[in-house]
């Protein structure tokens, strides 16, 4: 199974750190915030990632290289010309890359998985290359409480299932890191697209699985919470 770290927004809230320096290569805990999703990542075992980059974008290439330094292949879904295209919209784009050609054929390959983590959250969830994919569904999201800033939450979740619709004491925040079959995008424009329109439509077809993890989560959304977590990992 290959993973996705999704790194090509511009990072306005963290603005004037992000000016000059993408988000992904923020210091914290004296290395990038990336570069702890790479080691996590290579720990789990994966070896394949596949990263997408836009803002700054060639300044993540030129500090990650090929990623042979983590022990591990890196490859680049380029958003530059486009702009950042968004979750759903820089995952289209780089299926190719996290799934050969699953992206304009039917068949086997719409059932290949693949993980896919926001850039810029930190969590210690224990990432598996194996697929939690039940058969018949489409994702498998892991959810986390409610932080200050998201407090009703993004979806309900009760019995190992993700929906739309719930309670205000079963609706928990998307941690950002979900596992996707491939035919979850099928027929999908290659354009900008948010990912949640796309989860919602298959919780609709009762398709989405998900976990509750009650971990350490972090969005790492302004430099305030930057500062906090590069306290934390410093003190550890």
Not at 144 to 156: Q, S
Request: proline share 6%.
């Amino acid at each position: 199974m290959k993973a996705m770290i999704l790194a090509a927004g511009h990072g306005t809230r963290m603005r004037p750190l992000t000016d000059h320096t993408p988000k992904p290569l923020l210091q914290v805990g004296g290395k990038p915030l990336i570069v702890w999703h790479i080691e996590k990542l290579k720990q789990a075992g994966f070896h394949d990632i596949v990263i997408n980059i836009a803002w700054l974008g060639e300044q993540i290439p030129e500090a990650l290289g090929d990623g042979s330094q983590f022990g591990v292949s890196i490859q680049y879904s380029d958003e530059q010309n486009e702009g950042a295209l968004e979750t759903a919209g820089g995952i289209i784009k780089a299926l190719p890359l996290l799934c050969g050609a699953c992206a304009e054929q039917s068949g086997d390959r719409q059932d290949e998985v693949f993980l896919v983590v926001n850039g810029d959250v930190w969590c210690d969830y224990p990432y598996t290359n194996q697929s939690p994919i039940k058969e018949g569904d489409l994702a498998h999201l892991i959810l986390v409480n409610n932080p200050e800033h998201n407090p009703k939450g993004d979806f309900a979740y009760y019995n190992n299932r993700v929906d739309v619709d719930g309670c205000s004491h079963n609706k928990f925040t998307f941690s950002g890191i979900g596992y996707y079959r491939a035919a979850l995008f099928n027929e999908l424009p290659k354009r900008k697209l948010a990912l949640a329109p796309i989860l919602r439509r298959a919780m609709y077809k009762q398709a989405v699985s998900g976990e509750l993890y009650q971990g350490d989560w972090r969005d790492i959304g302004t430099p305030e919470r930057l500062k906090q977590l590069d306290g934390a990992l410093q003190n550890t």
